[in-house]
């Protein structure tokens, strides 16, 4: 059977990859209004401390830096894997190494904002391989597990927000409920419905879920690793628990279309006692950190897609299954 792309597959995919397209435009555009208007509100706000913010920025070092970067290169390495996992189990037969270009070229996309790079990741894949990856609706459910591990886990830890943003008790315990009901109800779904959209969560349903998961966490893990390297590389002693906060808050602020400003808003909202300039300073460092690994993840995708040809489904892109063995007697 041919794997190069037809006229008839074309036309079924072409509905969702225009929808995908123009969701893309419009958040990119968002993204940018809302980016800009939240760097106006910081420049305002660090009027009179703009020495304090350059000095702080210039007392990084930069092998920290780059220690920044390479854990920024581990938690997407780590979320691509997750992923890989999510759309084989939804009946993907795309390689890792096919699925992982597409991820590196959604993961720059995401320094704009975060649903754009899973737009961006989404139609990267369907056009590299639209006959061995599962079709648009499937592919967004493939999210779901991901984005409820990562719920869960902000869910288990919002108790570092009480003290930053002046909390009561009960409400991480009402998250920690709420999200426990989520995840029950989801897989729920994942086991009375299994074809169609449903079919990305399939993950949830197979004993690939635990791996998964512990893919999703080291992600998470780098990300903490790396706030904390940040925050203490300009002198803001912070803990382990003030570095989850930190990474909950540009979490949630993730998911408003604000680009690249998440950072900086995010540190100083949740860390601003420790010094607005400090943490704002610290803040855009995470900001050019997290672009500089999604950057160099973004070059290795683009390189190795110029180094193997145009980025289309060919036979060497897909899994072969492997035979069974021949039955005794």
């Not at 591990?149 to 709420?178: K, Q």
């Not at 912070?238 to 995010?266: E, K, R, Y």
């Not at 704002?280 to 973004?298: D, E, F, I, Q, R």
């Amino acid at each position: 059977m041919s794997l190069e792309p037809n006229p008839l597959t074309i036309a079924r995919i072409e509905t969702g990859e225009r929808g995908l397209c123009l969701s893309l435009r419009r958040r990119v555009l968002l993204s940018v209004l809302g980016a800009l208007a939240v760097t106006a509100i910081l420049a305002f706000v660090l009027v009179g401390r703009r020495g304090q913010f350059v000095a702080a920025l210039h007392s990084a070092p930069v092998s920290l830096l780059a220690a920044a970067a390479m854990l920024q290169v581990v938690a997407l390495l780590a979320r691509s894997e997750a992923w890989n996992m999510c759309v084989r189990a939804a009946g993907g037969r795309v390689s890792r190494r096919l699925l992982f270009r597409a991820a590196g070229v959604g993961y720059l996309a995401s320094v704009i904002n975060g649903t754009v790079g899973m737009v961006a990741r989404i139609a990267s894949l369907r056009r590299a391989a639209p006959d061995a990856t599962p079709r648009v609706g499937a592919l967004l459910a493939a999210e779901v597990p991901i984005i409820t591990v990562e719920v869960a886990l902000a869910a288990i830890f919002s108790f570092t927000l009480i003290a930053p943003l002046g909390l009561s008790w009960w409400i991480p315990m009402a998250a920690i409920m709420t999200i426990a009901a989520v995840v029950a109800a989801v897989q729920r779904l994942s086991k009375r419905h299994r074809s169609g959209l449903w079919a990305g969560l399939a993950i949830l349903r197979k004993q690939g879920r635990a791996r998964m998961t512990a893919f999703v966490l080291l992600a998470v893990c780098a990300q903490i690793a790396r706030n904390w390297l940040m925050l203490h590389a300009i002198g803001v002693n912070v803990s382990v628990f003030d570095a989850m906060a930190l990474l909950i808050a540009m979490f949630t602020l993730g998911q408003l279309p604000i680009g690249p400003s998440i950072g900086p808003a995010a540190a100083v909202l949740i860390l601003g006692a420790h010094g607005v300039a400090l943490t704002a300073a610290a803040g855009a460092l995470l900001a050019v950190t997290g672009t500089l690994g999604s950057l160099g993840y973004a070059a290795w995708a683009i390189t190795d897609r110029i180094i193997a040809g145009r980025l289309i489904a060919r036979p060497e892109a897909i899994v072969t299954p492997v035979a069974a063995a021949p039955t005794p007697g």
